[in-house]
Nanobody
C-alpha cells in the first residue's frame, strides 16, 4: 500500500508559476513510476506528466510540454510538478499517482495508487 498526499495548489494569475508536491509513504517509493493527472470541471481526468522509477525518463502530452516539468527525490519520497506559464485552461484538480509499470506510463489504468488531489485555479 502506498499513500500519496499532494500539496502546493492554489489560486494564481495567468502567466504565473506553481510547484506541486506529492509525498509518498508506505512501500518502497523507488519501485514506482509516478505520474500527475488533472481533472477540470465536467471533463475527464487527463494525463499531465510521468517519470520513471529512477527519475531519468519523463514524458508529457503536447498540452503541457515545455511548460511543465516533473521530477522526483527518491531519498525523500517526493515527486514534484513545476508548472510555468499557467493559463486558465490549466485550472483543475491535480492528482498524483503511482504505477508498478516499468517505464513511463501515461494511461490512467496503469496507476494503482492515487492521492486526493490539490486544486489549481488560474485566473485570467
Amino acid at each position: 500500500q502506498v499513500q500519496l498526499v499532494e500539496s502546493g495548489g492554489g489560486l494564481v494569475q495567468a502567466g504565473d508559476s506553481l510547484r506541486l508536491s506529492c509525498a509518498a509513504s508506505g512501500r518502497t517509493f523507488s519501485a514506482y513510476a509516478m505520474g500527475w493527472f488533472r481533472q477540470a470541471p465536467e471533463k475527464d481526468r487527463e494525463f499531465v506528466a510521468t517519470i520513471g522509477r529512477s527519475g531519468s525518463t519523463t514524458y508529457y502530452p503536447d498540452s503541457v510540454k515545455g511548460r511543465f516539468t516533473i521530477s522526483r527525490d527518491n531519498a525523500k519520497n517526493l515527486v514534484f510538478l513545476q508548472m510555468n506559464s499557467l493559463t486558465a485552461e490549466d485550472t483543475a484538480v491535480y492528482y498524483c499517482a503511482a504505477s508498478t509499470n516499468i517505464g513511463i506510463p501515461s494511461r490512467e489504468s496503469s496507476y494503482v495508487y492515487w492521492g486526493q488531489g490539490t486544486q489549481v485555479t488560474v485566473s485570467s
